[in-house]
């Protein structure tokens, strides 16, 4: 047997976990204090990962792809010592092609 609880609104019993009210279909956003707050957080960058992936293949020593996700400190690392000999330009290739890489705003490129 589930809790039950009144609606705020129109004073309807409903279950406990209920979002909305079936008598009058209201939200019952934060009653009781039991409604879970779902926070749709995203983490998804809005850098193409396609762009980021071809400028890591092509101008990667260069670090131009650090540039373009906003990674200006490291994009001239990287183009100052040729992608960290290639270590960092061929670990890059592989963080961007797997979806992992992410932006100067610690967003995920994955798009
Ligand atoms: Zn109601």
Redesign the pocket.
């Known amino acids: 047997m589930s809790q039950k609880k009144f609606?705020k609104?129109?004073?309807?019993v409903?279950d406990q976990d209920s979002i909305i009210?079936p008598?009058?279909?209201?939200k019952l956003e934060g009653l009781n204090g039991s409604t879970p707050h779902i926070i749709i957080q995203s983490n998804t960058s809005s850098k193409s990962k396609i762009v980021a992936l071809l400028l890591a293949i092509f101008l990667g020593e260069l670090g131009i792809h650090r540039f373009y996700v906003g990674k200006v400190g490291t994009g001239i690392l990287w183009l100052l010592t040729a992608g960290l000999c290639g270590i960092g330009w061929i670990y890059d290739i592989v963080k961007i092609a797997t979806g992992t890489a992410t932006d100067g705003a610690g967003m995920v490129i994955r798009n």
Do not use: P
């Open positions: 609606c609104y129109c004073g309807a409903i009210c008598e009058c279909g209201r």
